[in-house]
């Protein structure tokens, strides 16, 4: 069965320091992985996604995530952060034999300090 | 803004009731996904309606059921609630064959 982990429940980081989190999923084949960021009292909005080609993918606000197979792994990562970014992010995966039907990671919360 | 619509905002209601959820999809998207977020279980997936069929279902509960109209809105209907029914319901919607789904701002549904 499909699964998504993401270890770190929550990451403290500094304003204007970078940023990685983690993302591990299990899947037979190569799934569709993306980045969701939900912030208090809001939506999901998509941040990136990959389904094929380059494995390091661009996404919006300046984030960007990398595929690596071998690790099973879909990193997001972020140059330098800004506490506008303080919010929850999640990994998810979906495949187009189960209609695309997203499964989540347990999400990571993102505290920025001045 | 999504394009995605939600109704209501927020619920509050009591247990052994039952709610109705309303979603509309972006305009021209053809499919609904609903997704429950709770403390508990985290982000799950409910339910997929496709042009107004059931397409693929997952851990939704016998109590709560869904159905898409032929204008292609979307209700998600809990009932018999149970306290551990509260949650942030999200509705989202995709176009045919489209792998990104686009998420409403989410029903918060409190059972008291």
């Known amino acids: 069965a499909q699964s998504v982990t993401q270890p770190d429940i929550h990451i403290t980081v500094s304003e204007g320091a970078s940023l990685e989190l983690r993302c591990n999923y299990s899947?037979?084949?190569?799934?569709?992985l993306f980045w969701y960021v939900q912030s208090p009292g809001q939506g999901l909005q998509l941040l990136l996604k990959?389904?094929?080609?380059d494995t390091l993918v661009q996404g919006i606000k300046g984030f960007e995530a990398e595929f690596k197979r071998s690790q099973s792994s879909f990193n997001l990562r972020k140059p330098s952060v800004h506490w506008s970014d303080a919010a929850e992010y999640f990994c998810?995966?979906?495949?187009?034999?189960?209609?695309?039907?997203?499964?989540w990671g347990a999400g990571t919360k993102l505290i920025i300090k001045p | 803004d999504s394009g995605v619509t939600q109704t209501p905002k927020h619920l509050i209601t009591a247990t052994g009731q039952r709610v109705t959820l309303r979603c509309s999809p972006r305009?021209?998207?053809?499919?609904v996904y609903w997704y429950q977020q709770s403390l508990d279980q985290g982000l799950q997936f409910l339910i997929q309606?496709?042009?107004?069929?059931?397409?693929a279902k997952g851990n939704i509960l016998e109590r709560f059921s869904a159905q898409q109209f032929p204008d292609l809105h979307s209700e998600l209907n809990l009932s018999s609630l149970e306290l551990g029914d509260s949650a942030l319901y999200f509705c989202?919607?995709?176009?045919?064959?489209?792998?990104?789904?686009?998420f409403g701002p989410g029903t918060r549904l409190t059972v008291l």
């Open positions: 989202a919607s995709s176009g045919s064959g489209s792998d990104e789904q686009f």
């Open positions: 305009s021209g998207d053809l499919s």
């Open positions: 309606y496709y042009n107004g069929e059931e397409r």
């Open positions: 899947y037979g084949a190569t799934p569709y």
């Open positions: 990959y389904f094929s080609g």
């Open positions: 998810a995966v979906a495949a187009r034999d189960s209609n695309y039907q997203l499964i």
